[in-house]
């Protein structure tokens, strides 16, 4: 290691939390001034603007933050400005919503996740189910994902690096780097929110899963896919005759523009539910409501992040 840098590596290594706090400030108001930028302004930014002080971060080797969470730790893309800025500023991320999701999960549970990206729920409910099998389709998600999995020393996780479809296939990816987490297969409308953060496009494996997962059975179904559920329900639909809990995101702007389908056409591919909670809306309602419900949110333009269905 460069001796400078040995240097301040023991110099912050011999501070404490409000001297280190200090430390940094420190360096960074000489870096602002090195580059002639306005302190005042640049903080009233926050988080949204990262900031690789000269000699400690080489963007070439720095592909993620550490951020230490009450629910767990996890390695965070330093660019993420959704999920990665709540870590890194808050740290934490959907407290609530992960409050909600263990009324369905128990210490019994088979949990199947579609969507995992870098683990934030996956790893939290996975302390409740019996065992979990975490799909995620964006395969820089997927290795942090991994990573994060070693970190909090999760035994009863399995994760996947494909898509989930109604076929296999190799399918167009976006990965955006803004909201990793809004990463998501080639809108079939190419709208500007989308696209807004210039996201590389590539291939990645589809696969049915009912063809992944021929034996298994999961009792509950959680699944975030960025408009890519009604493909991943339709090749899923063994796994859904034995699942008694389908938890999902449901975004009309992702039916329109993603998959390009009605709500009609969501609805088939969700046989033998009988009850959906809409817990926005605080909604609970029979099979016979569900198309008039959805359709009024379609209309409306109105979502719901954990869409339940009930057998």
């Known amino acids: 290691m460069n001796k400078s840098l040995e240097k301040v590596r023991q110099k912050i290594l ?107 729920l996956t790893i939290p409910l996975s302390r409740i189910a019996k065992l979990v099998f975490a799909v995620e389709a964006n395969p820089i998600s997927y290795k942090l994902l991994k990573y994060n999995l070693a970190i909090n020393n999760t035994k009863n996780c399995k994760a996947f690096n494909f898509a989930a479809n109604d076929k296999p296939t190799e399918l167009e990816f976006l990965l955006n780097t803004q909201n990793s987490g809004g990463s998501k297969r080639k809108p079939i409308i190419q709208d500007h929110m989308y696209y807004y953060d210039n996201p590389e496009q590539i291939s990645v494996p589809a696969f049915r899963l009912d063809d992944v997962f021929k034996n298994k059975k999961f009792n509950v179904v959680l699944m975030d896919i960025e408009g890519s559920e009604y493909f991943a329900l339709k090749g899923m639909q063994r796994i859904l005759s034995s699942a008694t809990v389908l938890i999902v995101e449901f975004l009309p702007h992702h039916l329109r523009n993603v998959s390009g389908i009605s709500v009609d056409t969501f609805l088939k591919v969700l046989p033998g539910f009988k009850i959906m909670i809409v817990p926005s809306l605080r909604i609970r309602a029979k099979r016979k409501k569900f198309s008039k419900i959805l359709t009024y949110m379609f209309d409306n333009n109105i979502g719901d992040e954990n869409l339940i269905f009930i057998k």
């Open 14 to 120: 011999s501070l404490n939390e409000r001297e280190r706090e200090i430390f940094f400030s420190q360096m960074r108001d000489e870096f602002f001034k090195e580059e002639n930028i306005d302190t005042n302004k640049a903080l009233k930014q926050g988080s949204n603007m990262v900031i690789n002080f000269p000699n400690l971060i080489n963007e070439k080797f720095t592909k993620a933050l550490l951020v230490e969470t009450g629910n767990g730790n996890y390695l965070v893309q330093p660019e993420d400005n959704c999920i990665g800025l709540n870590l890194r500023k808050y740290g934490e991320n959907a407290i609530e919503q992960i409050e909600y999701l263990a009324n369905f999960i128990s210490s019994e549970t088979k949990l199947l996740i579609v969507g995992a990206h870098i683990g934030t």
